[in-house]
């Protein structure tokens, strides 16, 4: 089954046509990376609550086994890579963290790598209760591995209730250097598309298009092969043009369904549930053969690494010991960053561990370069070329004149910060670091307003309930006056025969002096 | 081992303000090759004279703000600005007015508004009115391009510099004696005498199509212009939205009156009129940045162009068209942004 | 020569004249905004209700603005934003802030020292936003979210048990 042409897609304003860098890194297969010495597995890999450990110091894990519960409505839990025994709860740099410290869990190994026996034999998918499918997958740790690690149970419960048209597999990988969802493709097609299978099982979905850009030949005979192995037609392989940021969730919807996910949406607002191409993959692993999320496939690359590639890794490995298995640091090695060279973080250490988000180690053998930001010229480029067709110039003019009012107007929350106005900018302004910095501005700027409306309201309750308290005491007194006055003499013996014994007329609320 | 942390992303944009610029310089020089041919040396003495000017006002404004100069001039815009203003100038033009022009625009226009990317107007413009309207007399002292067929003394390159020094001619040539009217001039004028387009296009200067010489620095211009949209430097939406603006009413009136107007192929290259579209409008600090809005812009002076020529008293009127839009840009940029990706169309701003 | 000047004089009046009218026309016919000009003014105060200005709260302070019987720099957790977003509601001058250095914020929180609290409640009785929760001679305590960092209950506590810390 061959892939389907391009000229069915909708069309992604602006955007780059960016240099791949993939050829080093997907030259051979992938390399599967022993088990470390010591595992660092952070509590948070995924967005929302940190999970909590449920293992104590000197006990002893086995592989897959679940060390640390998924903590309120939007969290995940964690797994032990490896078999060995819990040394320590401490905190360890992490890559979230750009080499931070951050609560870890650290393992050392004992070199058996004995996996947990499976509580239940694995049953098939099917015969479990939607409720329960859902249930499941949370317990498996699985989350988002494009990138963005949100729960993948949890977004799945919030796709449930709504109506769903298509599943959209996330294998586009537009970022420069990255390669590990092309590899995954190649060598695992088979996995990932078992794995969307159960995912429109879950949520009763009946179209699914796998979306895979066209300087990926392999990874789409493979998928195509894949899909044609499984004779499932509601699934077809969807080429995309190689433009970088196709691969965000919101631009891929517009590309492969033609519909705009609208501004503060999610694509499941319009029917669309994006998935990247790995998820599906640990989906099918932990449903179907019982391994809970404990590794995944990273790109080792750029020009610091000797020998770029990709790699099968445990989470908790050190990144230190990935580079390592790659050859080790050329003495070019200048700057290290975990993810892509638009969108990564840049990390001060190789102590941080590979965790659920670390897609590609790229090791660059020069430093971004001092700030040498000229005025704005307003040659517009960057508009040309932002995918959501917002105007970085004059956001940029408003971000510094902190203008909150004008931000919101011009569509600032809906930046999604790939960099593609940066990279034109004749000026070199640091574009995506102000937007960031506004957008932080505007929603504290937001919280504030909100508890200001709240005090507000408040006050004015409070104001409201005085003059009501006001106004019945005064009916009380007055009522009382006329008592006394229109009262018989029985009444009034009554009246002062209470006063003697102490008490007012009336019962009233004590209140401290006005 | 450690590293340091920047921010993302980590890449350096290729481009650079100073690349730009020395792109619009290099696609400038088939015009000034072209402007020397016909109309002699005085160009490049004004060039040089732009530059000096345009140069040492850069340099004290920002010595004055507290920045280095380099910083400024490293960016060749001023240098861009000096080679507009060379083009404007007539060819024989004393030191004095093309120093006055230079210094006006770099000075007040570009940084007493706020210098690189806070100005309003486009200064070479401004320093171009300013002079035109202190020196009349010097300002409209056109001479005749070498054309080879007609009785006119050429000044050669001494008397040309001395010229351009002192501002006087040899003894045994008058202001009068050299002095021609351009094509668009000549137009005005025999417009105002109530001459057929047969007797205007008889004066042995009216060329084929634009006036003899002006029509070729208009080709060569646009060579130079097609290098910039080749290079991506600019976009298409200003230069073909000048020329359509002064097509359009143009093309309207000749064929409303065939005999009363001059042909639409005249007014493109005549004038300044592809230097305007190409290199002037575009200018980026200055024009509109949404494609409608540039559409917009472009459009305005195309037909402010055609206006100012055909019924207002100056003969070419792309300083003063490009002027007015500079005024109207905000309110453009204003009312012709694009609609945002996942926004309702025409949504409450 | 005269009647040249009377002409000009004559036709920049009459212009003057025909302005004037249309402008007038135009403020009141049109229709203004729907909010009081209190209303507006109220939206542009931080809602702390501390009282720092003088008044018994925002609203009675945005009163009191709009009346013209208070200057619009009295407010020291707004800042010079509300400053500046107030003169440029009404059209007058930006003053400098009259209290700079007052500490109040809505980033602060009272907080009562349960060991200390005798439940006198009149801590609970002057909150302006009734952020304080307890029973007559029971416990008394500050419910965090509500709390707007005005120290009103502070000076008012008789035993001295409330005190502020730096919440968010």
């Known amino acids: ?514 | 081992m450690e590293f340091e942390r920047r921010e993302a992303p980590y890449v350096r944009p290729p481009t650079s303000v100073g690349g730009m610029m020395r792109e619009v310089l290099f696609a400038l020089i088939p015009a000034a090759l072209a402007y020397v041919w016909f109309f002699g040396a005085g160009f490049i003495l004004n060039l040089l004279v732009a530059a000096l000017f345009c140069a040492a006002g850069e340099a004290f404004m920002t010595h004055l703000r507290g920045r280095p100069p380099e910083e400024a001039l490293s960016d060749f815009t001023a240098m861009v600005t000096a080679a507009l203003i060379a083009f404007s100038m007539p060819a024989l033009c004393p030191w004095w007015v093309t120093a006055t022009a230079s210094l006006f625009a770099i000075v007040v226009a570009k940084h007493l508004y706020g210098g690189m990317g806070y100005n309003i107007f486009n200064p070479a413009m401004a320093g171009y009115v300013v002079a035109l309207v202190s020196f009349p007399m010097y300002m409209n002292f056109w001479t005749a391009p070498r054309i080879g067929d007609i009785d006119y003394h050429y000044l050669d390159f001494y008397e040309t510099a001395r010229y351009t020094l002192t501002g006087s001619l040899p003894e045994y040539l008058s202001f009068d004696a050299i002095s021609r009217a351009t094509p668009l001039d000549t137009v005005k004028t025999g417009l105002k005498s109530m001459l057929t387009f047969d007797e205007m296009y008889s004066n042995p200067l009216m060329g084929d199509f634009g006036g003899r010489g002006w029509e070729w620095i208009g080709n060569f211009t646009a060579i130079g212009g097609a290098w910039l949209l080749l290079r991506k430097i600019i976009r298409w939406h200003i230069p073909v939205a000048v020329l359509a603006g002064l097509l359009v009413p143009s093309g309207f009136m000749y064929f409303l009156d065939t005999g009363a107007h001059a042909s639409p192929g005249f007014y493109l290259f005549s004038g300044g009129t592809i230097l305007c579209a190409f290199f002037i409008a575009t200018d980026p600090v200055t024009a509109a940045t949404s494609p409608r809005g540039r559409l917009v812009y472009g459009f305005g002076i195309g037909f402010l162009i055609y206006a100012i020529r055909r019924w207002g008293s100056y003969a070419d009127g792309v300083a003063f068209a490009v002027l007015l839009m500079n005024m109207a840009r905000p309110a453009i940029d204003y009312l012709t942004r694009p609609r945002i990706v996942g926004h309702a169309k025409n949504e409450a701003r | 020569m005269w009647t040249s000047i009377l002409i000009a004089v004559a036709t920049i009046t009459g212009i003057a004249l025909a302005s004037g009218l249309l402008l007038g026309f135009a403020s009141r016919r049109l229709p203004p905004r729907t909010d009081s000009l209190v209303d507006q003014v109220n939206e542009l105060l931080p809602q702390l209700q501390c009282a720092q200005c003088g008044y018994a709260g925002c609203r009675p302070y945005a009163a009191a603005i709009v009346d013209d019987d208070a200057d619009i720099n009295l407010c020291p957790p707004g800042g010079h934003d509300t400053v500046r977003r107030l003169a440029a509601l009404l059209d007058r001058e930006p003053l400098p802030l009259a209290d700079a250095a007052s500490s109040v914020s809505m980033s602060s929180l009272a907080i009562i020292d349960e060991s200390l609290c005798i439940g006198c409640g009149w801590c609970r009785e002057v909150c302006p936003v009734d952020a304080i929760t307890g029973a007559h001679h029971y416990m008394h305590t500050v419910i965090a979210r509500e709390c707007t960092g005005c120290e009103l209950c502070v000076t008012r506590c008789p035993v001295d048990c409330i005190g502020m810390v730096a919440a968010r």
């Open chain 1, 1 to 514: 089954m061959r892939p389907a042409p391009t000229f069915d897609l909708g069309k992604l304003n602006g955007g780059l046509r960016l240099p791949g860098e993939k050829a080093n890194s997907t030259a051979m297969g992938i390399q599967v990376v022993p088990v470390p010495a010591q595992l660092v597995l952070p509590l948070t890999q995924h967005s929302g609550n940190a999970a909590q450990p449920v293992v104590g110091i000197g006990e002893k894990v086995l592989k897959g086994q679940l060390i640390a519960d998924a903590d309120g409505a939007l969290s995940a839990p964690v797994h032990a890579s490896s078999s060995g025994k819990v040394v320590a709860i401490e905190q360890w740099p992490v890559s979230r963290r750009h080499g931070d410290p951050a609560p870890c869990i650290i393992i050392e190994c004992d070199g058996r790598d004995e996996a947990i026996g499976l509580a239940e034999p694995v049953i098939p998918y099917e015969s479990l209760p939607l409720e329960s499918l859902l249930q499941k997958i949370l317990q498996g740790g699985i989350v988002g591995l494009g990138g963005a690690v949100f729960p993948t149970a949890q977004k799945l419960m919030q796709a449930n209730t709504l109506p769903l048209e298509s599943l959209l597999l996330n294998g586009v990988e537009c970022e420069p250097y990255i390669s590990c969802d092309d590899m995954l493709m190649r060598e695992q097609a088979a996995d990932v598309v078992k794995g969307a299978q159960i995912l429109m099982y879950a949520l009763g979905i009946q179209k699914c298009y796998i979306a895979i850009e066209s300087d990926k030949p392999e990874a789409l005979q493979k998928m195509a092969d894949a899909l044609t192995a499984l004779n499932d037609s509601r699934m077809v392989v969807k080429m995309v043009p190689t433009i970088y940021p196709s691969g965000g969730e919101d631009q891929l919807v517009q590309l492969v369904t033609n519909k705009e996910v609208p501004s503060g949406g999610l694509p499941t607002d319009v029917g669309c549930l994006v998935q990247n191409v790995g998820t599906a993959a640990a989906v099918y692993r932990w449903i179907c053969e019982g391994e809970p999320l404990i590794s995944r496939v990273t790109t080792v690359t750029g020009d610091g690494i000797v020998s770029p590639m990709n790699v099968l890794a445990r989470l908790g490995t050190p990144v230190a010991e990935i580079v390592a298995f790659a050859g080790g640091y050329t003495d070019r090695a200048k700057q290290l960053i975990i993810g892509g060279p638009m969108m990564g973080k840049s990390v001060t250490t190789d102590r941080v561990p590979l965790v659920k988000a670390t897609n590609c180690i790229l090791v660059m053998s020069h430093l971004a370069p001092p700030l040498d930001e000229r005025p704005c010229i307003r040659c517009g480029e960057c508009a040309v070329v932002c995918p959501v067709v917002l105007q970085p110039q004059e956001l940029y003019w408003f971000a510094c004149a902190d203008d909150e009012v004008k931000l919101r107007e011009h569509g600032l929350i809906d930046c999604i910060e790939c960099g593609c106005c940066d990279l034109v900018c004749p000026s070199h302004i640091p574009l995506m670091a102000s937007f960031r910095q506004a957008k932080a501005r505007i929603r504290e700027l937001a919280d504030e307003k909100a508890r200001a409306e709240r005090a507000r309201l408040r006050f004015e309750a409070r104001t409201l309930r005085r003059e009501i308290e006001e106004q019945k005491r005064e009916d009380e007194l007055a009522q009382q006056k006329r008592a006394a006055i229109t009262a018989g003499p029985k009444e009034i013996q009554e009246m002062v025969e209470r006063a003697r014994r102490g008490k007012p007329p009336l019962e009233r609320t004590e209140k401290g002096p006005d």
